[in-house]
Every structure is written in structure tokens, then in C-alpha cells.
């Protein structure tokens, strides 16, 4: 039974990720802030963790508190839009150390956290990132501050994907497709449970050769 951790898991992907694998019957470590979300999680057969990825002292505690677990996939889901403003309107100082510690700086904490475990279980590492990300496909200033946070988020996966691709782990950046989420709105193209089943099966078959790839939810490759 494989073992996996999902961090952000209280709604929308996360929850969809988490909700679909445990379906399976795999072991779903799935972390959320809320103590009401505990308990649903519990309901859905996942063991449910406490983490504000915000909290730099409980991402660093997480290595440790998940020691001896064999953790076959990790996804680094919790992230935030931030502003809906577009360039060059400026963030205030709040709005860009919000969106940028929580889609840039808790990934990076995490995957130094986790490091350890992604390595001695040779795991495939899922970070959500978004096509809003990628400095090629660029057409228009929207969301300004959100894509320069997934654009760094896509540099730190794929700096990491180069040294714990030697050692066996497989690094991804996802874009799961406009999802109707709380964050991506009811007219997205995407049902969550679409999107989350695509992007299963493109983790599922990923191989070496996945490694510090930029992939559509479908498994196509998306270009930095
Ligand atoms: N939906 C889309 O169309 C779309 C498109 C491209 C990329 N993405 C990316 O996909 C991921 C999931 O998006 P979504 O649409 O499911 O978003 P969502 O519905 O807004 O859910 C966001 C998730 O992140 C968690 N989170 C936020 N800040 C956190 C923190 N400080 N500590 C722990 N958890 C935190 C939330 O937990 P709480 O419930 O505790 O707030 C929630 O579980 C994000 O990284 C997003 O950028 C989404």
C-alpha cells in the first residue's frame, strides 16, 4: 500500500488529490490548518496533520515527525492567488510576503525538510505550480505578483530536481488545468475530479525521464 503526504488537503486539489488515493487504498498522510478539517479527513480514511506551511519551525519538524515512513509521493499543493491586480500595479509589502513565503518559501522548506525521506524512498515529488508561471507562454500582466510566485516556484523545483534526480527521486511541476475551485472560480474549464484523475495518471507512469519537468495536467510538456 503506497504512502503518500499531501500538503494542503482541506479543499479543492488537494482534497480531490487526497480523496481519489485514498479511494484507492493508499495510506494519505493529508495535512490542513483547520481542526474541523481534521476530522473529515479522518471520515475519509486519511490520517490527518496540522501544518500552517507558514510556520517555518513545523515545516522543519515535519522531516522528523515523519521519520520511518516510507513515503512514496509527496505533493506540495497549498498555495495562494494573492492579488487580482495586473502589472504594473504593485503589491503592498503584506500581499507579496504572503503569496511569495506561501507558493515560494514553504516549498523550498519543504523539500529541504523532506528531503531525507524523498531520497531513501526514491519518491516522486508533485509541486502545483500553474501555466501562469511560465516567463515563454506569457500573453498579459494579470495576476502579476501570482505568476512572478509560481515562476519562482518552477526555478526552486527545478534546482531541486537536479540534485535529488541523482539520487533517484522523480520532481515534477504541475498545471492542473483552470480548476473550479475556490481559487480558480465557477466558470473554470476543469471539474477538480477531472483534473486531479489526469494529473494521477502522469504521476502514476512517470519515470526518470519526468524529472524536473513542467507538465500540463494531462502529461503534456509545458516549456519554463
Ligand atoms: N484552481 C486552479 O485553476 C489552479 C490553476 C493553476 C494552479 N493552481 C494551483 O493548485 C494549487 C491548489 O489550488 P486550488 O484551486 O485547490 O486552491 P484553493 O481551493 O484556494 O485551496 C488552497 C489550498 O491551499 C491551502 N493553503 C493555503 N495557504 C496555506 C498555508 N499557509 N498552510 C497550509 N495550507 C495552506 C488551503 O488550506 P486552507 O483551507 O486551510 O486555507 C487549501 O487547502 C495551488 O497551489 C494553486 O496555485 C490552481
Known amino acids: 500500500m503506497p504512502t503518500l503526504l499531501i500538503v494542503g488537503a482541506s479543499r479543492g486539489i488537494g482534497l480531490e488529490f487526497a480523496r481519489q488515493y485514498a479511494a484507492d487504498g493508499a495510506r494519505v498522510i493529508a495535512t490542513h490548518r483547520k481542526p474541523e478539517d481534521a476530522a473529515r479527513l479522518r471520515a475519509l480514511g486519511m490520517r490527518p496533520l496540522t501544518l500552517d506551511v507558514l510556520d517555518p519551525a513545523a515545516v522543519a519538524a515535519l522531516g522528523t515527525h515523519l521519520e520511518g515512513e516510507p513515503l512514496d509521493l509527496v505533493i506540495v499543493n497549498a498555495g495562494v492567488y494573492g492579488p487580482r491586480s495586473s502589472a504594473p500595479e504593485a503589491p503592498t509589502a503584506a500581499e507579496f510576503d504572503l503569496v511569495m513565503q506561501t507558493n515560494v518559501r514553504a ?118
Not at 528531503?115 to 524512498?121: E, I, K, Q, Y
Not at 511560465?134 to 518552477?154: H, I, T
Not at 475551485?181 to 477531472?194: E, Q, R
Open 107 to 224: 516549498p523550498m522548506q519543504l523539500i529541504a525538510a523532506l528531503a531525507p525521506r524523498l531520497v531513501a524512498a526514491r519518491s516522486k515529488l508533485a509541486v502545483l505550480s500553474s501555466k501562469m508561471g511560465s516567463v515563454s507562454l506569457m500573453s498579459n500582466g494579470s495576476g502579476w505578483l501570482y505568476r512572478a510566485s509560481k515562476a519562482a516556484l518552477n526555478a526552486a523545483l527545478k534546482s531541486a530536481s537536479i540534485e535529488l534526480g541523482t539520487q533517484g527521486v522523480i520532481c515534477m511541476a504541475f498545471h492542473p488545468g483552470w480548476v473550479r475551485t475556490d481559487m480558480g472560480g465557477a466558470d473554470a474549464d476543469l471539474d477538480a475530479a477531472d483534473a486531479v484523475a489526469q494529473m494521477r495518471r502522469v504521476i502514476a507512469s512517470a519515470n526518470a525521464s519526468h524529472n524536473g519537468k513542467f507538465l500540463n495536467y494531462n502529461g503534456e510538456q509545458l516549456s519554463w
